[in-house]
């Protein structure tokens, strides 16, 4: 049985992005109005290839189907005028692609919406969760996809056009979407990771790397003449790497390969347009000008590409540390700290009334009694997500089990849905504990750009962004109706010059 089923949509909605329609979206939305043709503002809009597309996304990496405020933050991001959306076929198993599937078609179905209006974005190459059942039972039957690279156990990965074309099909109908504008073969580099660490040499693994590429991209340039995609191309971490490093991704050889393509195909215009890295305060390797004495958004803007920025706000120092980029200093920490408890000790009150309806002594730990003791030891967000991974949430798992076989579904539902609620107030609560480092880089640049002394850190990582791409997008979680709105002050200054060496100071 397909496990993808169920998050196919009833049917597929026609077209696509295109100039005329997202030019009327745009001017008749709330950010066009009150920020653009003001010289005081960022321009919240920019045109590529003659379509007008917002300079933030809604950005859907941990957004789930079962979650109505996820629904009603793509609903109000949608009515506020961002108009360009990032997924992946590995979100939430599939979800992510659903649920804006299912936004999309209400909206466009109550007539506040049309299909051209929007630039949806997905990608493909990761085999995790359903994708790695479905591919561990095709291997059963010696009916396996080419290529797979086995990374490591859970999180396998490929590009072959075998491949893609399942994963195309899949995303198109959870989206229901005759044509996605962008497809991105999805950190490619995965193969890059492995072979470095098999010691495999270093030219070998390179060539075999930008063969499967240009193998790829044959594909994709098919699925574009079927009318199935607007435009391809790359999302890779490893893009604003040094170019000499083993699992670095070459946007200048990238572009060497597409023109192969289109030459080999005798095409007017090759489908290649669009890359995805990550960029933020303290992964600033995309306004290095390390790549033939330039940077990647000059190469990117001089190819006529379209860069999209993600991590915008969750950057990863040097050291390897992980750190949210949010901190206001008109809050008090003690007092967010104080309320976030009390949010907690509701929940886990909530969770032990759950409980009862298992027999007493049948079980050692729950989620309280694993968490509660460590909320002051957590030195950052990844300690805490592997505690999680390896120790709460097996325990939690088996309680879950334990209540459908006692309590019922509905019982098991409910618990489900407290520990979906604690986990965002626990995760907040580990940020806030640990303010000191971000309170030290809003200092640093507060100092360098003191016109932002008034606004939150990340407000200004976001307008900043925006401002280093001038024309380009920053893919922005927006779980939240709250986060939507923050998203729209982040226009509301005018755009600010961008220097490499003035960002070196911010890293940590």
């Known amino acids: 049985m397909n496990p993808f089923q169920k998050l196919y949509q009833k049917n597929k909605l026609k077209g696509a992005s295109d100039s005329k329609t997202t030019k009327e979206y745009s001017e008749n939305s709330f950010l066009f109005k009150k920020y653009s043709g003001k010289s005081e503002f960022l321009n919240p809009y920019f045109s590529f290839r003659g379509r007008i597309l917002s300079k ?8 789930g ?44 179905h109550k007539g506040e919406l049309k299909r051209e209006n929007v630039f949806i974005i997905t990608k493909a190459g990761y085999i995790q969760g359903k994708n790695l059942e479905i591919v561990t039972e ?16 859970g999180c396998y990965h490929c590009i072959h056009p075998f491949f893609l074309e399942d994963q195309l099909e ?26 470095e660490k098999h010691n495999v040499p270093k030219e070998k693994a390179v060539k075999q790397y930008y063969e499967r590429i240009k193998n790829s991209f044959r594909f994709l340039e098919q699925k574009r003449k079927e009318g199935k995609i607007l435009y391809y191309g790359i999302s890779s971490n490893t893009f604003p790497e040094d170019p000499e490093k083993y699992t670095a991704t070459s946007l200048i050889k990238i572009l060497k390969i597409a023109k192969e393509i289109q030459n080999e195909l005798g095409l007017e215009e090759s489908g290649f347009a669009v890359v995805q890295f990550p960029g933020n305060f303290l992964e600033n390797g995309f306004l290095d000008p390390k790549f033939e004495g330039k940077n990647l958004v000059s190469i990117v803007h001089e190819n006529d590409l379209l860069p999209l920025i993600n991590r915008p706000l969750n950057a990863i120092s040097n050291s390897g540390n992980i750190y949210r980029l949010s901190y206001n200093p008109k809050k008090e ?8 408890k009390e949010r907690l000790d509701t929940i886990y009150k909530k969770e032990e009334e759950l409980l009862t309806v298992l027999p007493q002594g049948s079980y050692k730990y729950t989620f309280r009694t694993v968490t509660e003791p460590y909320l002051n030891q957590f030195q950052n967000q990844d300690h805490l997500n592997q505690f999680l991974e390896k120790t709460a949430i097996p325990i939690v798992q088996q309680l879950i089990a334990q209540i459908e076989k006692v309590g019922g579904v509905k019982v098991q539902t409910e618990y489900i849905e407290t520990l979906n609620e604690a986990l965002p107030v626990l995760e907040q609560y580990v940020f806030q504990k640990n303010t000191e480092s971000r309170k030290s880089l809003y200092s640093k640049i507060i100092k360098l750009y003191p016109k932002y002394r008034e606004w939150n850190l990340s407000s200004i990582a976001l307008h900043l962004l925006c401002s280093s791409l001038e024309k380009g997008v920053v893919l922005l979680g927006m779980r939240k109706e709250e ?6 002050f982040s226009f509301a200054a005018s755009e600010t010059e961008i220097q490499y060496q003035d960002w070196k100071q911010f890293e940590v």
């Open 65 to 108: 189907l079962e979650s109505t405020e996820h629904e009603k933050s793509i609903e109000l991001s949608l009515s506020m005028g961002f108009n360009v959306i990032d997924t992946s076929s590995n979100y939430g198993n599939g979800e992510s692609e659903s649920l804006i599937g299912k936004v999309l078609q209400e909206k466009i």
């Open 483 to 488: 986060y939507v709105k923050d998203a729209t």
């Open 333 to 340: 920490n003690q007092d967010v700290l104080k309320l976030l």
């Open 138 to 153: 095709l291997e059963k039957q010696n009916r396996e996809f080419p290529e797979i690279t086995y990374y490591s156990e």
């Open 56 to 63: 933030i996304a809604f950005g859907s990496y941990r957004v």
């Open 170 to 195: 899949y995303s198109l109908k959870r989206l229901g979407l005759e044509t996605v504008d962008v497809f991105l073969l999805h950190n490619p580099e995965y193969f890059l990771m492995d072979r």
